[in-house]
């Protein structure tokens, strides 16, 4: 293990956000990290896990303990069944799955982050989710103190939460295990409108895989959500909130709120989540609540390409993202009555 004390925390992120962590431990294999995690749980200390450093927001003051980075590496393939090591950058896996001609995963190219991160958030996007796919988490239980391995069933999945959401104190990812779908070298069945369209396809075709990848990286790329070093527009922790999910009485009150502010005319986007259960657009909300594209005249403004995406501009501190976070979620829960819910795990802050 490699240690460092009174270790910056912001390289560490794809924000460049944060203070120092008091501690920063490297660990390069299972054992590591698992002896990494003993220790700060016998020292009563606190921890705090980094794997790509995609989903954090870190207080300006940093983190009052010991900062577990989690570098191991590990990727298997046995036919359609894949094992990544939860340090593997998810980027470069779905590439070298996708060059193996398997489908399943290829529309969550360009999401930044570590493996062992995906099913944390059941990681998403044009229309795949890791839950779709994975099979079992191997994980370290910090209550029994022992190594354990959890099927995809056990795992409570749902947008963008999971078992290990809801006890984010308990398990620590070690490695996650997929079976992806051999078709021939074709994607899967295409669940996103917009990436249909811009293959020439229909929702629910197959086009070839590598085709599949190319249009999300390219979608992607467009909305700023391909993180780039030179380009402050990717400097983000991808999207900032949720899509609002709402219960019929919840939805009642929207659309009629939206009626008040845009017209009887406008229909918000609506996708069904489930019995009695509708989903929004956050971005539609936050847009339509005027803050567009663009918003801000500080450090942290709202990304140029997409406004789910909250940016630093180069010289941001993590207060700054704050402020403009609180802003667009009040503006929207005051224009629409809904309350958006941040993405990003916070450290030592709250939104």
Not at 160 to 167: E, Y
Not at 277 to 285: C, D, F, M, P, Q
Not at 337 to 349: D, S, Y
Request: proline share 6%; with cysteine.
């Amino acid at each position: 293990m490699h240690v460092i004390e009174n270790a910056p925390l912001a390289p560490l992120t794809t924000l460049r956000l944060g203070g120092p962590a008091e501690r920063l431990v490297t660990a390069a294999t299972d054992e590591e990290v698992i002896a990494a995690v003993r220790e700060a749980d016998d020292a009563g200390t606190p921890l705090l896990i980094v794997g790509g450093g995609s989903n954090l927001v870190v207080a300006d003051d940093g983190f009052p303990g010991t900062a577990l980075r989690i570098a191991t590496t590990g990727f298997r393939l046995d036919g359609p069944l894949l094992e990544l090591a939860a340090g593997e950058t998810w980027s470069d896996a779905v590439t070298r799955t996708v060059d193996a001609g398997l489908a399943g995963i290829e529309c969550l190219a360009g999401i930044p982050g570590s493996a062992g991160a995906t099913p944390i958030q059941n990681v998403g996007a044009y229309g795949q989710e890791v839950s779709s796919v994975l099979t079992e988490v191997v994980a370290w239980d910090r209550a029994d103190r022992t190594v354990c391995t959890i099927p995809a069933g056990e795992c409570g999945f749902a947008y963008r939460h999971s078992r290990f959401k809801a006890d984010p104190g308990r398990f620590v990812v070690l490695r996650v295990r997929f079976r992806l779908q051999d078709a021939a070298g074709l994607s899967a069945p295409l669940g996103y409108a917009e990436v249909a369209r811009l293959l020439g396809a229909e929702p629910g075709g197959r086009v070839p895989v590598a085709a599949a990848r190319d249009a999300v990286l390219k979608l992607r790329t467009g909305k700023g959500m391909v993180l780039d070093p030179e380009d402050h527009d990717t400097w983000s922790a991808g999207s900032f909130f949720t899509n609002p999910v709402l219960d019929d009485a919840e939805f009642a009150a929207f659309l009629a709120a939206v009626a008040r502010r845009l017209g009887p005319g406008v229909v918000p986007p609506s996708y069904p989540a489930g019995e009695g259960r509708t989903k929004t657009s956050a971005a539609w909300l936050i847009d339509r609540a005027g803050f567009t594209k663009g918003y801000g005249s500080g450090p942290a403004r709202i990304s140029g390409k997409h406004t789910l995406a909250l940016t630093n501009r180069g010289h941001a501190r993590t207060a700054d993202l704050l402020t403009l976070a609180r802003e667009v979620r009040d503006g929207v829960r005051e224009a629409f009555g809904v309350t958006l819910v941040n993405e990003p795990v916070t450290v030592n802050v709250t939104l």
